[in-house]
């Protein structure tokens, strides 16, 4: 018995040093200074910010030392009157996005016995830890440039220094055909599932009308429990999900002409880059997931991607026409030279809704080979839910229920709300300007 | 002297469009428009849908005047919902997000639907767009404005029942 303790115990030992070895590795790219691969200021991905304190002698009770505002989310009427304390801390009662979206339950997808919302919702919602943030300048791209387009012919112009760009065969192209899953060194996740960045740091990346929105999102989500998750309706997820809970890129299949991201999930995902392709690929109609070109640098593959639908992400900052990126994936490997995923560093672009660019540094692990890993799974969503009195409701087979059709390309969430629950609310009158009375 | 934007796109597009069907097959049933009769509007785009299998004009139409939106009892734009043909062959067309800006004014023929709600099939009728910034004098539509553009072959048909073609 003693011996398959100790058997276990270096089992579990050498997987640590193994998990040790295979983390350092990663989250680490090339660093072209000014181009790619900037070294964060601090850790990433950054770790969750936490529920101060837990249970019901928390509800409402702030940190000690933390002088509460006399009026926050969570006790306003009108979240539209309080724009000039957005930008506070304590009017989000230092909860983090996801906090707050998960005021009523346990999170996606689970429920809880005790939600943080507390007993007497929504003014005893709990509070969030004041001293946690992961700061600004830990988004913000730490690039020189204005758009994805002059980033883009920034890193071809150094590819082409150094006799780039790569053109690869089929011999010599890189082998990262396979399956990859998420990285969550620790668990953490990616800054922008909104879980460890207080809410005001996120607002501060962008512009009044975006912040606007993204507080409107989080006071019907936290406040109201009207979460308008795109899922819920069988919506498209959008282009900027792939860095959440969404669809993922999780197979890719590498030629010398294209490279293929495929995943399914809450939705599916095809996003080609194609390579030595330069803009536009098609007709000027907004893709989901966009048009992407791309080169190779070596065993670098690097991707300019336009002409994405504006869309949201739910719990966080909607996207606008003007949505570009620049990807950087860089393969890396082991001692031995054995793919371990590929760090994939994504820096985005959007002058109506950023304030300026932003940048998101993330890491997909190989997990197998396409004939070592099971079928592709492709799910269409049939869907289940529907908005009654503003709440995305399950609705059984044969139940009748009135249902206004949603216009699909003006932001079907904000009409729910304003329908809902806004209408003693001052909010701005965004009638479209037609140019006719 | 009006523009024709069929030629260029053709030209433009041409290669890229040269495997895509000239025809495209219906994805449902068109028993819901009244093909027997016309409704002709001049309006403003309020977006284009460029849905795969048809896309879509969002409009609001401008009253007899050409002066102002039309609206419904609660003062609200009343909203109407043209499904044209493909993305693909509405391209060919020259008509695209950039060329159909909100805003802009533009004329076309409806078959509406049997039920009278604001939404319509474009049928066979032509599409202009008035110049920028520019009406229809009261009771005219694009076609008679100078410098209006026609997107795709055709004309505006006369208004009412459907006339057999000369």
Not at chain 1, 96 to 122: E, L, N
Not at chain 1, 184 to 194: E, F, Q, T
Not at chain 1, 202 to 221: D, G, K, N, W
Not at chain 2, 131 to 152: L, M, N, Q, Y
Request: hydrophobic share 35%.
């Amino acid at each position: 018995m003693s011996g398959l303790r100790e058997g276990l115990g270096a089992l579990l030992l050498l997987s640590t040093t193994f998990a040790v070895s295979v983390a350092s590795a990663q989250l680490k790219p090339l660093h072209v200074a000014g181009l790619r691969g900037a070294p964060f200021p601090a850790v990433n991905p950054p770790p969750d910010l936490g529920s101060f304190g837990q249970g019901p002698a928390w509800d409402s009770k702030p940190p000690p030392g933390v002088a509460p505002l006399d009026r926050d989310l969570f006790t306003s009427k009108d979240f539209y009157d309080d724009r000039d304390r957005w930008l506070d801390p304590r009017y989000w009662r230092c909860n983090s996005p996801r906090q707050v979206t998960d005021m009523r339950s346990g999170g996606a997808g689970q429920g809880t016995s005790d939600p943080r919302i507390g007993a007497s919702p929504p003014a005893s919602a709990r509070w969030g830890d004041c001293s946690k943030d992961w700061a600004r300048e830990n988004i913000v791209s730490p690039y020189p440039f204005a758009s994805a387009a002059e980033h883009y012919a920034a890193l071809k112009a150094d590819a082409a220094r150094r006799g780039g760009p790569t053109r690869h065969t089929y011999e010599t192209m890189p082998k990262w055909d396979g399956v990859y899953g998420e990285y969550l060194p620790d668990g953490r996740r990616i800054w922008n599932y909104g879980r460890a960045t207080q809410v005001p740091t996120f607002l501060s990346i962008l512009t009044p009308e975006y912040q606007e929105r993204m507080v409107r999102q989080l006071y019907h989500e936290g406040i109201n429990a009207a979460h308008q998750w795109s899922a819920s309706y069988c919506w498209p997820e959008g282009f900027m999900r792939q860095w959440a809970t969404g669809p993922k890129p999780q197979r890719i299949v590498v030629t010398p002409e294209v490279v293929v991201f495929l995943g399914s999930g809450s939705g599916n995902i095809v996003r080609t880059a194609h390579v030595g392709r330069e803009l536009p690929l098609g007709q000027e109609i907004p893709q989901w997931y966009g048009d992407t070109i791309a080169f190779w640098d070596g065993d670098a593959l690097i991707m300019h991607t336009a002409n994405v639908q504006s869309w949201t992400q739910h719990t966080t900052w909607e996207f606008s026409y003007e949505f570009e990126t620049v990807e950087i994936l860089t393969p890396v490997h082991d001692a031995a030279g054995k793919l371990l995923g590929l760090d994939w560093e994504t820096i985005i672009y959007d002058t109506e809704a950023l304030a300026q660019p932003v940048r998101i540094l993330w890491h997909r692990n190989y997990q197998q080979s396409w004939s070592e890993a099971g079928r592709l799974g492709w799910a269409e969503c049939t869907r289940a839910l529907y908005p009654i009195d503003g709440f995305a409701t399950q609705v059984a087979p044969g139940e009748t229920i009135e249902f206004t059709v949603p216009d699909m390309l003006d932001r079907p969430w904000a009409k729910i709300w304003e329908e809902n629950f806004e209408q003693d609310m001052s909010r701005p009158k965004h009638e479209v300007d037609l140019g006719f009375n | 002297m009006k523009k024709t934007l069929l030629t260029a796109a053709v030209l433009g597009g041409g290669l890229a469009f040269g495997l895509l069907p000239a025809t495209v097959s219906g994805h449902h049933s068109y028993a819901m428009y009244d093909g027997s009769i016309y409704k002709v509007f001049t309006g403003v785009v309020v977006r284009i849908v460029p849905n795969a299998a048809h896309f879509e004009i969002h409009f609001v139409p401008l009253n007899n005047e050409r002066n102002a939106l039309v609206r419904d009892d609660e003062g609200e734009q009343l909203v109407w919902v043209v499904q044209m043909e493909s993305a693909a062959e509405a391209f060919r067309h020259g008509i695209t997000r950039e060329s159909f800006p909100q805003g802009a004014v533009m004329s076309m023929g409806v078959h509406p639907r049997r039920d009278g709600k604001p939404a319509g099939d474009r049928g066979d009728s032509g599409l202009f767009q008035c110049p920028k910034g520019k009406a229809p004098d009261a009771g005219k539509h694009c076609d008679s404005v100078e410098g209006a553009t026609a997107f795709g072959e055709g004309v505006l048909p006369p208004e009412g029942a459907v006339r057999p073609r000369p």
